[in-house]
């Protein structure tokens, strides 16, 4: 009842949403520039920018451009400084399908779903994780856990956008812990891959033996 006297809406284009849909429509969904990474995971941008540094890493999937004009751009926004992480939710669940029945990512064999944590000071700024959204898009489709709390976030997350991919590591590495044993393969969940830089350092707090393959929603393109 209430949802006809107070249609549900898109978060992205404000249309009234249908039977199914949750957070964004079908069309804003279509309208995300996908990369096709799920179909080649050892073969593209996001695994040659991790791969080099990250020896533990089996594959890198990047679900869609972070590019101008591309509704992902807005949507990361809207999580990161405007309270409404939902339709990173949409995207990840829709991207999990995809790899789900194209892609080469072995589900059959993974532990769970590890997200990037962030600083308890951010954390109580924003109040969640937009990561740990995108990793719940991902777990109900594939049928894994997330795993709370083996993975902590020092420091004050101070912000990466005028160092260079090195001072961002070299600022970061010491930053991860994990607080229990991560079980493995597992799937290390981010929102947009730039630089690798948070990445690589989180991934190097990992166990040596821990096999992870990143699945972020996001990726920017490199610069000519």
């Not at 080099?52 to 992902?72: M, Q």
């Not at 590591?169 to 044993?181: M, N, P, R, Y």
């Not at 493995?184 to 707090?205: E, F, K, M, N, Q």
Request: glycine fraction near 8%; include cysteine; hydrophobic fraction near 40%.
């Amino acid at each position: 009842m209430w949802s006809w006297v107070f249609p549900r809406q898109c978060g992205s284009c404000g249309t009234p949403l249908l039977a199914g849909e949750e957070g964004a429509c079908i069309a804003c969904l279509l309208r995300l520039p996908q990369t096709l990474f799920w179909r080649r995971p050892q073969q593209n941008d996001g695994y040659y920018r991790l791969a080099p540094l990250n020896p533990n890493i089996r594959g890198v999937i990047c679900g869609f451009w972070y590019t101008a004009g591309s509704p992902l751009r807005i949507w990361v926004q809207l999580a990161k400084y405007s309270g409404r992480p939902h339709l990173l939710r949409s995207a990840a669940t829709y991207l999990a399908y995809l790899i789900a029945e194209e892609g080469l990512l072995p589900l059959d064999r993974m532990q769970g779903i590890l997200p990037i944590p962030i600083s308890a000071a951010r954390l109580r700024r924003r109040g969640y994780n937009q990561a740990e959204w995108i990793a719940q898009g991902l777990s109900t489709p594939w049928g894994l856990p997330i795993l709370h709390r083996h993975w902590k976030r020092q420091g004050a997350s101070a912000s990466q956008l005028q160092k260079t991919r090195i001072q961002r590591w070299e600022s970061l590495k010491e930053d991860f812990l994990c607080t229990q044993a991560i079980p493995s393969p597992i799937v290390v969940v981010d929102d947009v891959l730039t630089t690798g830089a948070t990445l690589t350092a989180a991934l190097h707090s990992l166990p040596v033996q821990v096999e992870a393959w990143v699945v972020t929603v996001g990726i920017t393109q490199r610069r000519r």
